[in-house]
């Protein structure tokens, strides 16, 4: 580690001329058109898409610290991957405990686990799952670490304009619009490879589930479980372009809601109506939030029951989903209880994992769940409160914590877990924003992408693979940095 080392120091954005910001803008523009780096505005129609919020130039980040959060990402995945299989009973009493305090989120995730597997006469019809995970960090520059902020188990987005950011900011440093003179960043400019590798983890999968499972002799097809009216669908569309071209492997999508009008099953199996074409994998980029659930709570759950009752490979299964909640991020970070799941892990490895980890408490009668209560009113604003939900919006910062503490019924209180705060830089960059360019002081956000195909009942893994890198910027003024709620923008490392 390169704790204790000279202090980092950033470079700064070049200093252009007004007529090479315009060249800059322009560029910028018609790359990202060109490419996809798109998102639809809010109430769109089909024809009409945006420039998705971007940083103009990359953002600093250091070499060293990119490294390590690149090399422990795929002892996450198999750390969680072993917490799903080797570990089910602990997921299942803690996920239980959970449900008590959550019952309308976290209760339905565990009671439809439940309900599958009895359904199916005490074992699930599929035992490969496929996760496509994320690992998301801040930079804490006082100990010159990388700190985790969550463990993404669903739904993890931005691997499709990840890519497409990384080229647009590689073409500008390339084509000399940073400087004229010759390469600004050098090349130390690495562009994200998730989309390739996504789409690699989904096709790996459905390829296993025909060697495994079909009869027909015609290639099975991903179903992309998808939100209505998901504006940032492009993101989406890159991994089923990949997937097509690069793999000869189809994709449908359809809503939650709509599932059992979009398909039917036979013998455990499940095929597109339209088609009678036999779904491989089902891959969820809805229904990790309760708002998926919404419109029509027994149809939705009901549909979500449905699929985990069929042989198709889950991206994630109910169990994997439950695996990625903020109880199980705090659970992990004993270094005793990972020992105990990983008995091998030494060395660089283990201290590479653990290096990540900020101090996080539980939120019950435990020694540290004490602890935890007390900190929370004597100095919440080293701290913020996370409940378990996915998709922003939901935490609680610093001085809101002790009054939202007492709006609430103590015995609530078990739902959240305290985390401490990571105080990344600020970095200036330019930024932009629905055809608008501002400066910001901004806060970085690192998440590395991991690809686990693996068997749920005996552990085993068949595929484990890095899957490249996003970076998010937000603008420091807002606690949040989610780019499709509107906070922050998508940006990529320079690396130094
Ligand atoms: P979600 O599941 O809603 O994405 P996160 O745990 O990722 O929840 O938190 C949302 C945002 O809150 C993060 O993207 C980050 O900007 C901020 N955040 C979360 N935890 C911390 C922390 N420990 N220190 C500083 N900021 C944090
Ligand atoms: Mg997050």
């Keep these: 580690m390169a704790q204790g080392s000279i202090a980092w120091k950033p470079a700064q954005i070049p200093n252009l001329s007004e007529n090479e910001n315009k060249l800059l803008l322009e560029r910028l523009c018609q790359y990202s058109l060109a490419n996809g780096l798109v998102m639809y505005p809010p109430g769109f129609n089909l024809a009409n898409a945006d420039i998705a919020p971007v940083t103009l130039f990359p953002t600093p980040f250091p070499k060293d610290l990119f490294e390590q959060a690149k090399n422990v990402q795929n002892t996450f995945s198999r750390l969680y991957a072993l917490v799903v299989s080797h570990q089910k009973n602990w997921l299942l009493d803690l996920s239980k405990d959970l449900a008590v305090f959550d019952k309308d989120f976290t209760g339905m995730l565990y009671e439809t686990h439940i309900k599958a597997v009895e359904l199916c006469g005490s074992k699930l019809p599929q035992t490969l799952s496929l996760g496509l995970f994320r690992s998301d960090y801040m930079f804490d520059e006082q100990t ?25 900011h590689d073409y500008l440093n390339k084509s000399g619009t940073y400087d004229s003179h010759g ?71 359809c809503t939650l809601e709509a599932v059992k009008d979009f398909t039917y099953v036979k013998d455990t199996k499940i095929y597109i109506k ?94 540290d769940g004490q602890l935890a209560k007390k900190l929370a009113f004597e100095s919440p604003e080293k701290f913020v409160l996370k409940p378990q939900r996915e998709g922003g919006g939901n935490n609680i910062y610093k001085d809101n914590i002790p009054g939202f503490l007492n709006s609430i019924s103590e015995s609530e209180w078990g739902a959240y877990i305290l985390m401490e705060l990571i105080n990344p830089p600020t970095y200036e960059n330019k930024i932009l924003r ?25 552990g085993e893994v068949l595929h484990c693979e890095n899957a490249g890198h996003l970076l998010r910027s937000k603008v420091s003024s807002s606690d949040e940095g989610g780019v499709a709620a509107g906070f922050g923008c998508l940006d990529n490392v320079f690396l130094q």
């Design 274 to 367: 339209s088609s009678d074409e036999e779904v491989g994998v089902v891959y969820f980029r809805s229904g990790y939030s309760p708002a998926d659930y919404e419109s029509d709570p027994e149809l939705t759950w009901g549909n979500r029951l449905y699929i985990e009752t069929t042989k198709a490979i889950k991206c994630p299964s109910l169990l994997t989903q439950l695996s990625g909640t903020k109880k199980v991020q705090q659970a992990l970070t004993d270094k005793a209880l990972i020992l105990s799941f990983m008995p091998d892990l030494q060395g660089v490895e283990l201290e590479g994992l653990l290096d990540t980890f900020v101090k996080i408490y539980p939120f019950d009668n435990s020694k």
């Design 144 to 168: 010159h670490s990388i700190k985790q902020i969550e463990f993404n188990t669903v739904s993890v987005s931005f691997g499709g304009l990840s890519s497409k950011v990384g080229r647009l």
């Design 434 to 458: 629905l055809g608008q360019v501002l400066t910001e002081g901004i806060l970085l956000e690192l998440g590395i992408f991991g690809t686990i195909l693996f068997d749920e009942e005996t």
């Design 183 to 253: 390469l600004y960043y050098g090349n130390e400019i690495p562009v994200s490879n998730s989309i390739k590798e996504l789409s690699l983890g989904l096709a790996r999968a459905n390829e296993e589930y025909a060697l495994r499972s079909t009869d027909s002799s015609s290639k099975p097809v991903v179903l992309f479980i998808v939100q209505d009216k998901e504006r940032n669908c492009f993101d989406q569309r890159h991994i089923e372009y990949s997937l097509l071209e690069d793999h000869g492997a189809k994709s449908y999508r």
